[in-house]
């Protein structure tokens, strides 16, 4: 179709995954020291950020959990939830779910192009953020793996 997607596929299907506090920037938005603290902290609450409408992965701030509640409902509403850290899974389900055919070899790759961060302040973004409780994602991905899990039983069961 002119829209970009395959027929009777939904354009919009959330992945969440337990990364989603590491988002992809640039050198100059984290050159480091507490330039990367900041941005670390922006991440808190990315996935619930961003399902809630309230913001986006690197903006500052948490959200409530009428938020949270919202970006759960989101979830599971949502016509298609894959986990990036069941890759397989998720291309399996999907198809599963909308194709009813296997799916070709090379759609169990991960080829989405990424900038990376150079490994001394990706590395001190990951110590940092692994001491925080990130209460709100936590929750979204434990909805969203809920979520998962069912569809998984019941399309490929």
């Not at 986006?56 to 949270?68: E, K, N, Q, R």
């Not at 991960?110 to 001491?131: C, D, H, K, W, Y």
Request: proline letters at 4%.
């Amino acid at each position: 179709s002119d829209d970009g997607h395959r027929a009777g596929v939904p354009p919009i299907a959330f992945g969440l995954n337990t990364t989603s506090r590491v988002v992809h920037t640039t050198l100059s938005d984290a050159a480091a020291g507490s330039q990367s603290r900041a941005a670390a902290l922006g991440l808190l609450g990315c996935m619930a950020k961003m399902l809630s409408g309230i913001g986006l992965c690197g903006s500052v701030g948490m959200p409530t959990s009428a938020d949270v509640d919202t970006a759960a409902v989101r979830v599971q509403k949502a016509a298609f939830v894959g986990i990036t850290d069941a890759w397989n899974h998720t291309v399996l389900l999907f198809h599963a779910m909308y194709f009813r055919a296997p799916p070709a070899a090379d759609e169990f790759l991960i080829g989405r192009p990424s900038r990376t961060l150079p490994m001394a302040i990706a590395s001190e973004i990951a110590r940092f953020v692994q001491n925080i409780d990130d209460v709100a994602d936590t929750r979204v991905y434990s909805v969203a793996r809920q979520r998962f899990e069912r569809d998984i039983a019941y399309y490929l069961g």
